[in-house]
């Protein structure tokens, strides 16, 4: 009789774990799937009462309109390469870093560390004015030098891939070193192969972030040429003067969603691995 109710107390708790997950993961996704039908919508429905969550009929010119209002194609074009190339970098730069903090043995080796890892308590906004007039000294304004090199450089990036390095068998270094191979042969041809999980879950977040990012591409561009998509969107959005056009904005919404999800989606299996490796203690 007491496990009867044991077991119907244990259902009774999974069931109001998953009636609050799914609550959870409907509030999630639900303002998704609210922009993506507002997009295939025109004004008039989006404005009805009582409002309407279908829309009927299915309106796609928004799609159209606004490839003819806005260079969203040469915005998203800047976005994907300021987002490979910042991607590409962060990874590189970060994998020398942190394989040098976790395996090599040099003076001052801890301190750097620390010092290096104190960085990322600094707010980004801190550093924008004199990351201005650098790279206003060297004549990099309104070019993607200076929306991709900045990037390139990260202390968070260096402590994930560092804790993965330093779980990495001592064993491997030794019997590579016994076959001649020298530290940058171990780096690219042991240590990169071994610590994709982590160097993907570094990628897909500088991915997103450089994607995503707003406020340093809407400081060093100045022309139409070079804006990416998050500063294109809100200029989009500021040229409406007497009525917004959701339809369309949210159609912008929608296409700047793509890669993200799309890449998030392709390497979630890497992306919990590398999670996992980067809370390892040492």
Known sequence: MENKEKMGIKRIKIFIAYFFLIIASFLAVFPFIWMVLLSLMG????FSLPPSIIPNPFVFTNYINIFKNIPIAIYFF???IVAIFTCLGQVLFSAMAAYAFARLNFRFREPLFFIFLATIMIPPQVNIVPLFFLMKQFGWIDSYFALIIPGFFGGFGVFLLRQWFKGMPKDL???????????FDIFFKI???????AI???ALFTFISSWNSFMWPL???NSENMRTLPVGLAVF???FRETTEWGQLMSCAVISTIPAIGLFLAGQKFF???IMAGGIKE
């Open 237 to 239: 959005k500021g040229s």
């Open 272 to 274: 919990i691995k590398g």
């Open 219 to 221: 400081i060093v561009t």
């Open 78 to 80: 800047n976005s994907l």
């Open 173 to 183: 270094e030794d019997a590579a070193k016994l076959d001649g191979c020298n530290y």
């Open 191 to 197: 240590a990169i192969p071994l610590a994709m999980p």
């Open 43 to 46: 004004q008039n429905q989006i």
């Open 200 to 202: 993907i879950t570094l």
